[in-house]
């Protein structure tokens, strides 16, 4: 397998550290998002969507979701289970990591692609330009104020978002929060478990990957 | 288990489409969106984030994301696969349906959420009002009009959008095309593919659950 990746970008490292926490040293290949070698003739060849992280298998075939991504590696590598062990323990990983993903990932992204003048008609991803829209960013930033105070009542007083097992929807709300400094947002001090979950996350070998 | 559903909208409709071809008779209880009754203290004790649909499993525990719902019942009965039944088919079912999400039904969302009278302030759903921006209305009609050919691109010459197998992609796409209408969208003339699957997506008994 090899995982066309970008170090920089909060999307790819979703799928690294879930490869990592499966104990998986995955080749990789880097993509320049920053020149925009995603949209060239040689990665359009890989990923037509112009998008990381996208994963060649062994026959060939690339898949370019993360929740793809992860349920693949999860189906042949089981152990340690990050969606779940049981249907409904993966039930609500994938419930909790949809929800993270609209109303952190997206609202983030909403607020960096619609006003950061480096990303001028890229207010989407993929292989079409598409221009700012600055209400669009704004309204970002005004939905994702409700994103810390919800992960905060998700964590009460436990280890991690799902009780005591560490799951994808731990990785991509990591994700999220390390995401959120590029727009000058951070865990405000009312969220205080929130604020210790990220550095015990912030801790764990993967966050390196 | 208990769906808490609403006939007319899209996206109960994929769980309810998805039980169906399950073999599955899910008791239902009616949400009236139209009156906002998804917004009532009563719902809000079921899912707090207001939205449907919202399956209530026999221990209570409720799940609200139909990719959750989706695996959930695929685990509970995997007969037929709709997601898949191995790890490269799920993977290839995933990664579609989410590409179908976000470039169909999130397009489609745009278009409705910040256009229409009955809907002003309700830009996105859940507890939170938001205004809409017409903008992005406008930004959700030019982006759908790569839908449908991506999806003619996808079905070339197969029975279903993963070839033989009909699966979750299918059941997705079905209602993103049915709920196109609803904004005046409709398979191009140029899309025969997309038009012949439609109408044998519709002759299925689950497109009338």
Redesign the interface.
């Known amino acids: 397998m090899i995982l066309y990746d970008c170090k920089l970008a909060p999307s790819p490292r979703r799928a690294r550290m879930f490869a990592a926490e499966k104990g998986l040293d995955l080749e990789t290949i880097e993509v320049d998002l920053g020149s925009g070698e995603q949209l060239s003739e040689l990665f359009t060849q890989v990923n037509p969507?112009c998008t990381v992280p996208a994963l060649k298998?062994d026959d060939g075939?690339v898949?370019?979701?993360n929740?793809?991504?992860a349920?693949?590696l999860e189906?042949?590598h089981p152990e340690p289970p990050l969606i779940g062990s049981?249907?409904?323990q993966?039930?609500?990983t994938?419930?909790l990591n949809?929800?993270i993903e609209m109303e952190g990932l997206v609202a983030l992204a909403e607020i960096l692609r619609n006003s950061s003048p480096g990303m001028k008609d890229r207010?989407?991803p993929g292989p079409?330009n598409?221009?700012q829209?600055p209400?669009?960013a704004a309204?970002g930033r005004?939905?994702f104020q409700?994103f810390f105070p919800m992960l905060e009542q998700q964590l009460g007083s436990q280890e991690f978002l799902l009780g005591d097992r560490f799951s994808m929807a731990d990785i991509t709300a990591f994700v999220v929060t390390e995401f959120a400094t590029w727009v000058k947002e951070s865990i405000p001090s009312h969220c205080p478990s929130v604020q210790a979950w990220h550095q015990r996350i912030k801790a764990r070998p993967s966050a390196e990957a």
């Open positions: 969507r298998l075939t898949i370019a979701e929740i793809a991504i349920d693949y189906s042949v049981n249907p409904l993966r039930a609500l994938l419930e949809a929800r207010a989407l079409h598409y221009a829209i209400e669009l309204r005004a939905r409700n």
